[in-house]
């Protein structure tokens, strides 16, 4: 039976078929697309015809009008920003949007490239100065994720939120460690190590972390604060695919 499905996968591809299509409204470029899927694998393939956004993407940009439908006058952050989808919205819309890359020979805080460097371990926004921190697909690179979201809870205004993706591919297991950095900067590999693809880094990024739903709990536990973990499968706003959960750390809002 797998050999049928995966024979009938290899097909489609060779010819070009379509394995799913569906029409209805893109919530990155906010248009009325369709999406169209070539290959099994929608996370990756399944994409708007307009602006070429995939699924997670779609995903983030709809939680963040759902949690904040005033995000365009909101202080963002977005660390690692992508080159298409919920990026650009933002980019495009967000009236004080600061994207942010990690660059290793620059001085944090410092602009290059168009870009705030900064290291989500350490960053160099003031406390209770952002409204939304944005990752996609960033928290499993990180060496010390602890850290990363303690530095987010500090910088997030009272009422602001982590709002973000990150593959959960241990689900109901628990999460794992697949990489750590030895205290003379030197990597030790727990896993085997494995690379997703980075823009700005032709060797990719390590992978570090084996995320799974108890994601919320070890966020918890650094920070105190509370995650939602959301799951949209919507085919007419283009959002089916494994690993599709956004995730929003909310920091409550202080009561006087
Ligand atoms: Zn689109």
Redesign the pocket.
Known sequence: MIKLLRSLLRKQQLTGENILESQGH??????E?SFIAKNAWLRDHFL??????IPRE?ALMQVIEQFYPNWRDLIIHETSPGNR?ASIRLAQECKVYRPSQFFPDQKLGTEHNGMRCENLESMTFGDESIDLHISQDVMEHIFNPAKAFQEIARTLKPGGAHIFTVPLVNKMGASKLRAKMRNDDSIEYVEPPIYHGNPIDSQGSLVTMDWGYDIVKCIFDATGLFTYTLYIDDVNK?IRAEYIEVLVTVKPNVVK
């Open positions: 893109c919530s990155t470029c906010n248009q697309v708007c015809s307009k602006c070429g956004s779609r989808g283009g």
